[in-house]
C-alpha cells in the first residue's frame, strides 16, 4: 500500500490531500435533489462514501483489494449527522474527511461538507473491519499502517 504524501492531487476523481485531511469535490446534480432543489438529506450519506472511498484509494487501499487479499470489509458502525446548512443544486461542494482514530478492528473519522467556508453538514463514523461472515476482523497490517498514517500528528 502506498504511502500517502501531503497536499498529494490524485487525479479528477479522486480528490486531494491537504495537510491531515481528504478534499473529495463535488457538484450537486438534479439527482441530488428534493423538488425545490435542496439537496435530500440521505445524499449527504452518499457524499460522504464517495469521499471516503476515494481518500482510501489515495491511501493505496481499494475496497476490491480489502475483500479480495484480506478477505474484510467496512460496515458503518456508528453514524451521526449535524445538518447545519443546505447544500443547493448547482453547488460546488467539498466532503473533508479526516481518520480520527485507528483501532484494532475499527477507524473513527469525522467527515465534513463545506460550501467555500461554511459548513453544510459535519459526520461522525465508526467503521468496523469484518470478515465475509460479518464478524469483526482486525485490520490487515498494511491497512492499519496506510489509515494510521492518515490520523493527524496530534491525534496519534
Known amino acids: 500500500m502506498a504511502t500517502v504524501e501531503a497536499d498529494a492531487p490524485m487525479g479528477p476523481l479522486g480528490g486531494r490531500f491537504e495537510g491531515g485531511e481528504h478534499v473529495y469535490p463535488l457538484r450537486v446534480y438534479h439527482e441530488d435533489t428534493d423538488a425545490g432543489g435542496i439537496v435530500y438529506y440521505a445524499n449527504y450519506l452518499k457524499f460522504a462514501e464517495r469521499a471516503r472511498t476515494e ?3 489515495g491511501a493505496g487501499i481499494t475496497h476490491v483489494t480489502l475483500l479480495g487479499d484480506h478477505d474484510a470489509a467496512f460496515v458503518v458502525s456508528r453514524c451521526v ?3 447545519r446548512q443546505p447544500a443547493l443544486l448547482d453547488d ?3 466532503v473533508r474527511t479526516t481518520i480520527d482514530k485507528v483501532a484494532g478492528a475499527h477507524i473513527e473519522a469525522e467527515q465534513r461538507v463545506v460550501r ?3 459548513l453544510l453538514a459535519s459526520i461522525g463514523l465508526k467503521l468496523g473491519c469484518v470478515g465475509r461472515n460479518g464478524r469483526a476482523v482486525r485490520l490487515p497490517a498494511p491497512l492499519r ?3 494510521a ?3 493527524p500528528a496530534g491525534r496519534r
Request: glycine share 0%; net charge negative; charged share 45%.
Open 149 to 151: 498514517e492518515l490520523v
Open 81 to 83: 449527522v449535524d445538518y
Open 92 to 94: 460546488e461542494i467539498e
Open 145 to 147: 499502517k496506510a489509515l
Open 116 to 118: 467555500e467556508e461554511a
Open 55 to 57: 481518500m482510501m484509494r
